[in-house]
């Protein structure tokens, strides 16, 4: 059996999203909902056409893909649900191509929304007030955190990575700053992006303080509430 080439054979043909904030103090289902409308209204698809659907923030930050579904009588006949981190927002596009190039759905929504803490996540309170940890793990997180060993985030955990990384192939503060002045270079192309209009210079950077070296406050990404929908469809069926 020949591989899958998904080369040019896949597109995003629309796009939605919710306003962004640290607190919006509004559900998963509510924010994922308008994220789906404004991507339907993008791209003039009707809710019935899209029969694949794909998540990697499930509940309770976000929502799992058949509390979604029920709520919006969608008719899904693939799906696919990742583990709740941001890393996985990758893997979702490469399996929704996936999905349409071989045809086991026509069109792929990807809807991945989050809540926090201090915002909608309060009303949780079997996850102790919205405060969840990363997952139920027999030991550690997903980027090699343990408690008691100090390393209580997924920061601290990865900071000796970091380290590593920089000692070993003589990295600088700089060249690490400068991923940071470039993500927030391209996020004043967002009009919704929180810290749209505020940009970061490297001197900024520097400036700041130390979390877990080497990682500085502007290391860390921006914790907020919103949901963000993309559908996927084949380039044949999107030139029809």
């Known amino acids: 059996m020949a591989p899958l080439d998904l080369r040019n054979q896949a ?26 409308r404004n991507a339907l209204d993008d791209c003039g698809l009707d809710k019935g056409e899209v029969d694949g659907f794909i998540t990697a923030f499930g509940s309770p930050g976000g929502i799992d893909f058949d509390e979604f579904t029920a709520h919006t009588g969608m008719n899904i006949r693939w799906t696919n649900q990742y583990w709740t981190h941001g890393r996985w927002g990758a893997t979702s596009m490469i399996a929704a191509a996936t999905a349409v190039t071989s045809r086991v759905a026509n069109y792929v929504l990807i809807s991945n929304t989050n809540t926090v803490p201090r915002g909608y996540g309060k009303w949780f309170s079997q996850f102790g007030g919205g405060r969840w940890s990363e997952g139920l793990r027999d030991a550690g997180g997903g980027q090699g955190q ?6 209580d985030t997924p920061g601290a955990a990865t900071s000796l990575v970091a380290r590593n990384y920089m000692n070993r192939y003589g990295a600088t503060d700089e060249e690490l700053g400068s991923i940071a002045v470039a993500f927030r270079k391209h996020a004043q192309l967002n009009p919704n992006a929180i810290m749209n209009g505020r940009p970061m210079t490297l001197d900024d950077y520097m400036s700041s ?3 877990s070296p080497p990682f500085r406050l502007f290391d860390y990404c921006l914790t907020n509430e919103g949901s963000v929908a993309l559908i996927v469809t084949t380039v044949e069926r999107a030139m029809e």
Do not use: N, W
């Not at 343990?146 to 390393?151: A, I, Q, R, S």
């Open 11 to 36: 597109c995003i043909v629309g796009v939605g999203m919710t306003e962004f904030g640290r607190i919006l103090d509004k559900s998963p289902v509510r924010l994922a909902a308008q994220a789906l």
């Open 146 to 151: 343990l408690d008691y060993h100090g390393l």
């Open 209 to 211: 303080r130390f979390i």
